[in-house]
């Protein structure tokens, strides 16, 4: 089933539409939707006491603090240092309280107002006390309860080289009991329930991908040669920024010419070449949910007839996975549609022998020659983090991205491939094509929603060829302009 489309408007434009729909644009996620969510985790967990650990502050000033994504979705709370603490009986929650750092005049004249425990009540529905009642709290409920089990909500890892601040915090909490265990079943009970998002949720999940999708925009209009990176992705934080987005939800990637073929590039300091294709791929967080759009344009506004084959290529693998997703679904079924419409389109080009050709590994292994220019998985759940917990079959209210690519990389042949015998004669075969795409990197990338009827597409950025050359041409004297609908919008949301 296609995907529904989306009409392609920019952000002032969306606004408006969901304004006179009566949509509900704070779409803010209710004290009630959280409770819910904490009861749904005690009723898979039955009995015991479980203690949520939000995010410490950062140890230097001035380094941004961001809520650990297991505790924001319990809680909602954004403050530093707090903990949920949670007695579960016979499936119910029982009690539960939240603590958070007092309030302190002094300490908020440089970092800024706390709810304090007084608070906490009116900001998550919660009673609050303060996070020096913790161990007190902990230790009173833990022998009341005469619990041998202590479950934990977060990153606790105890094995971890590197203790992270969750499993400090947990550690020095449970000393002294020496006949208490810990557990982290708990996270993989939150992991399935975020697998389906809320309504609250995909609305938050469409307005930061709203934003994402005006960035991209902004950089179609504005790429030309001798720009460098940096510049693309000062505009595209700045567009994040400026839309209310609270930051980017991971490291930009902005890479162009040889590097729009490394997956995770985020140096963004190379100053792009006409010939060069860009590779963009970004994502706003807001409300604490993540997007993440990718696109690859053509620094001089004109696909190469290379880049427009290996570009074509892409798209129809995306295309065909989207014909694939529809309730019901493995997203199994749809990698592999899109993964052998990549192997047939790579062997009529000839950077591979044949759709199902192989290599000689490192140990001898038999590895597809897919893998030498496709070496990634085709998509990932989105949420509160960019890859965020889904289920493996689709389902009504699960979010997610396709994103099938082609990588060209310059060290194929000196430090990929193994030098062996079989293995050259697959160089020499496929040299000619090689060398006419070397450093061409291309993923196209869009976030859904999936629906009864289907499958929603809530990343309208151009993606079609001549789609993206029309956008180029466009004339860009710097960010359109921000209307005051938008404005008074983000007033009352706010």
Request: no cysteine; aromatic share 8%.
């Amino acid at each position: 089933m296609r995907p529904r489309s989306v009409h392609l408007l920019a952000i002032p434009l969306l606004l408006a539409v969901w304004l006179a729909t009566g949509t509900s644009l704070a779409a803010q996620i209710t004290d009630q939707e959280y409770a819910e969510r904490r009861g749904a985790l005690a009723a898979v967990t039955g009995e015991g006491v479980i203690l949520a650990m939000g995010s410490a502050a950062p140890p230097q000033d001035y380094i941004p603090f961001h809520q650990n994504s297991p505790f924001r979705y319990l809680t909602g709370f954004t403050e530093p240092d707090a903990a949920l603490l949670m007695e579960v009986r016979e499936g119910e929650v029982a009690w539960e309280a939240l603590f958070v750092n007092p309030r302190d005049p002094a300490t908020e004249t440089w970092e800024g107002y706390r709810v304090g425990p007084e608070g906490a009540r009116e900001a998550t529905g919660i009673q609050g006390r303060s996070v020096e009642e913790l161990q007190q709290a902990l230790d009173s409920l833990v022998a009341a309860a005469g619990a041998r089990e202590l479950q934990v909500v977060g990153a606790y890892d105890p094995d971890a080289a590197i203790r992270n601040d969750v499993t400090q915090r947990v550690e020095h909490l449970v000393e002294g009991h020496d006949n208490l265990q810990v557990s982290t079943a708990p996270n993989g009970h939150i992991t399935t329930l975020r697998g389906v998002k809320s309504e609250a949720e995909l609305e938050l999940l469409r307005k930061t991908t709203a934003i994402t999708v005006e960035a991209h925009r902004e950089v179609m209009r504005a790429v030309q040669p001798g720009m460098n990176e940096f510049e693309i992705q000062a505009l595209v934080e700045y567009t994040f920024r400026r839309y209310g987005s609270e930051r980017p939800a991971f490291a930009s990637i902005v890479g162009s010419g040889p590097n729009s073929t490394i997956l995770h590039y985020n140096q963004n300091d190379r100053f792009m070449e006409e010939g060069d294709v860009l590779l963009v791929d970004i994502g706003s967080g807001y409300g604490g949910y993540a997007a993440d759009i990718t696109r690859t344009i053509p620094v001089s506004g004109t696909f190469s007839e290379p880049q427009r084959e290996i570009y074509q290529l892409v798209r129809d693998a995306q295309a065909a996975a989207e014909e694939l997703a529809e309730p019901g679904v493995h997203f199994g079924q749809i990698a592999q549609a899109a993964a052998e419409v990549l192997a047939r389109g790579l062997a009529e080009l000839g950077l591979i022998e044949s759709p199902d050709a192989t290599y000689e590994g490192e140990d001898g292994q038999e590895i597809p020659q897919l893998r030498l220019f496709y070496m990634h998985g085709l998509g990932h759940g989105i949420g509160l983090d960019v890859h965020d917990p889904w289920p493996p079959v689709l389902e009504p209210g699960v979010a997610f991205t396709i994103e099938p690519g082609v990588y060209v990389r310059r060290n194929l042949f000196d430090e990929v491939i193994p030098d062996t015998p079989r293995n050259r004669a697959l160089m020499e075969a496929i040299r000619p094509a090689y060398e006419r795409y070397e450093n061409i990197g291309v993923r196209i990338e869009d976030d859904y929603i999936v629906t009864e009827e289907g499958l929603e597409r809530i990343s309208p950025v151009p993606r079609e060829v001549d789609e993206i050359e029309a956008l180029m041409a466009e004339p860009w004297d710097g960010p359109a302009p921000r209307n005051q609908e938008w404005v008074e919008w983000y007033r009352l949301m706010k």
